[in-house]
């Protein structure tokens, strides 16, 4: 039995293989995973419905079971059709995570174009494509080490 937040199968089997430096994309439900991703990336799909589940949800049981080095937000537009005035709402439900978790992570943004590029490195072992429905929801993690 598991003790830690995760039970999702393929996901603790990835994340079990996964190392230092490897990455993993929460992505939300218009991210498009099938396209853009790492060559060696397996894509798990957790999009029930429109919302369900979402982005944070996933990231709170993530963070429980690996420990994460870099959480990197997908940086937002400020013009054009997708514009943001500020930071995504959604951030601060990230940031509200990660303190629970106890951890002196920061978000860092990426611009997103660089975003997609971040993510398609080898080193991106796993997506979990999620339907949050918020912009700019996306969040990559890097592994870090166990130190316990």
Same mark, same amino acid.
């Given at each position: 039995?598991?003790?830690?937040? $995760?039970?999702?199968?393929?996901?603790?089997?990835? @994340?079990?293989?996964?190392?230092?430096?490897?990455?993993?994309? @929460?992505?939300?439900?218009?991210?498009?995973?099938?396209?853009?991703?790492?060559?060696?990336?397996?894509?798990?799909?957790?999009?029930?419905?429109?919302?369900?589940?979402?982005?944070?949800?996933? #990231?709170?049981?993530? $963070?429980?079971?690996?420990?994460?080095?870099?959480?990197? =937000?997908?940086?937002?537009? =400020?013009?054009?059709?997708?514009?943001?005035?500020?930071?995504?709402? &959604?951030?601060?439900?990230?940031?509200? &995570?990660?303190?629970?978790?106890? #951890?002196? $992570?920061?978000?860092?943004? @990426?611009?997103?174009?660089?975003?997609?590029?971040?993510?398609?490195?080898?080193?991106?072992?796993? =997506? @979990?494509?999620?339907?949050?429905?918020?912009?700019?929801?996306?969040?990559? $993690?890097?592994?870090?080490?166990?130190?316990?």
């Amino acid at each position: 039995m598991l003790k830690h937040l $995760l039970i999702h199968p393929k996901i603790n089997e990835v @994340i079990g293989r996964a190392g230092h430096h490897a990455r993993i994309l @929460i992505a939300d439900g218009n991210y498009p995973s099938s396209s853009k991703k790492g060559p060696n990336a397996e894509v798990v799909c957790m999009n029930l419905m429109p919302g369900v589940v979402t982005c944070a949800q996933v #990231l709170r049981a993530v $963070l429980s079971a690996v420990p994460i080095d870099a959480v990197n =937000t997908m940086g937002y537009e =400020t013009d054009g059709p997708y514009a943001l005035a500020e930071d995504p709402p &959604v951030w601060d439900d990230y940031r509200a &995570v990660i303190r629970d978790a106890g #951890l002196p $992570l920061k978000l860092e943004p @990426i611009f997103k174009w660089d975003f997609y590029e971040a993510v398609a490195t080898p080193d991106h072992v796993l =997506t @979990i494509q999620t339907a949050d429905q918020q912009r700019f929801a996306n969040i990559l $993690l890097s592994v870090g080490v166990r130190m316990d």
